[in-house]
């Protein structure tokens, strides 16, 4: 550990991360927190953690944590780059994220984060994406998700159950559940 001037890791409060920030904390090694918005899963009101939190929220969250010294919200869009920055100018009641300390299901392991760490997959199925669209299916019931679904190239039909994709999560997600219950849920 001594040798790292930095490490980078998916922000949250999962058991192994902690411990991390902590040795790093004791090193003085910064950690680089990745995926505050957890991929999306804390803005939707059906999320496995029952806690909706704004992005400025998450921000505020994943910089409070032992060692982190920034934070990489994978911004797409110039409206998402502006909403990140406005971290900087926010008021303390918008960065309250109280709210997690309230959920016992905060911990998000065994929670797909999208970030498709466990690719490559030899079925070619792009894994973040599907089982997005799965939750989302699941969420809402909407069709424009069946369709984009049915527009993949590989399907989750189609895993082998290989079991390297499990190897690469970082989350320590259930990859072979997940790909089960996209082929169900989502059908072709």
Known sequence: MADLDQVMEPTGTIGQARRLQHACLQHGTAVIAMKPYAGGWLFWKENPSGVVL???????????????ATVLPGCKTVEQLNA???????????LDYS????????????????????????AAIDIGRVTRLA????????????????????RASGCTQ???????????????SNMERAAETLGL
């Open 99 to 122: 709210a997690v300390h309230t959920s016992a299901r905060w911990a998000l392991s065994s929670t797909c984060m999208y970030c498709n760490h466990c690719l490559p997959c030899p």
């Open 135 to 154: 939750d989302s299916f699941a969420a809402s019931r909407s069709d424009s998700a069946r369709q984009e679904y049915a527009g993949l190239s590989a």
């Open 162 to 176: 290989c079991g390297e994709c499990l190897q690469r999560c970082p989350f320590g997600v259930n990859i072979i």
């Open 84 to 94: 990140a920055l406005a971290y900087l100018t926010a008021a303390p009641e918008d």
């Open 54 to 68: 704004a992005p400025l929220q998450c921000l505020a969250y994943a910089l409070s944590q032992p060692a982190v």
